[in-house]
C-alpha cells in the first residue's frame, strides 16, 4: 500500500509538471502563434477573462492571438496545485513592457493529456 500511495504522489508531481511546462508554453510567441496547437491546448468551453476586462471564447482568443504581435512574456512566481483528480489549479504573474498581471488557469485533465479551460488576468498596476 505504501509503494502505491508513493508511487501515486510520483505520478501526481510529474503530471503537475507537465501543467506548468504547459502553462509556460502558453506564453511563448511561437505557441501564441500557432493556432494547430493553440486549438489542441484550449478546451472547446474555454473561457478567459483578461487584465484588461474583455471576455473571450475559444474561437475569439483563437482569432486574437493569431493577429497578437510577438512580445515577450515574463512568467514570475509560477505555482499549480490539484483541486481535484481531474483539475489543476495554476497561479502566476505576468510581465511584459505594459502590464504586470496576476494570472490564473484552470487546467482540465482529458483523455489525451490536459486542457485549458478558463484563464484570468488581473492587473497588478
Avoid at 27 to 38: F, G, H, K, M, V
Avoid at 85 to 112: G, M, N
Wanted: glycine share 6%.
Amino acid at each position: 500500500m505504501e509503494t502505491f500511495s508513493a508511487g501515486r504522489r510520483l505520478e501526481e508531481d510529474s503530471d503537475l509538471a507537465t501543467v506548468l511546462e504547459l502553462e509556460r508554453e502558453m506564453q511563448t510567441s511561437d505557441c501564441r502563434r500557432d493556432n494547430e496547437r493553440l486549438a489542441g491546448l484550449l478546451a472547446d468551453d474555454f473561457a478567459e477573462v483578461g487584465a484588461s476586462g474583455a471576455v473571450w471564447d475559444k474561437p475569439s482568443i483563437l482569432d486574437l492571438l493569431g493577429r497578437e504581435k510577438p512580445m515577450e512574456i515574463e512568467v514570475l512566481e509560477l505555482d499549480g496545485r490539484w483541486l481535484s483528480s481531474e483539475f489543476v489549479l495554476v497561479q502566476w504573474i505576468s510581465r511584459t513592457v505594459d502590464i504586470l498581471a496576476r494570472r490564473t488557469s484552470l487546467w482540465r485533465r482529458i483523455e489525451s493529456g490536459w486542457e485549458l479551460v478558463h484563464h484570468q488576468g488581473t492587473p497588478l498596476r
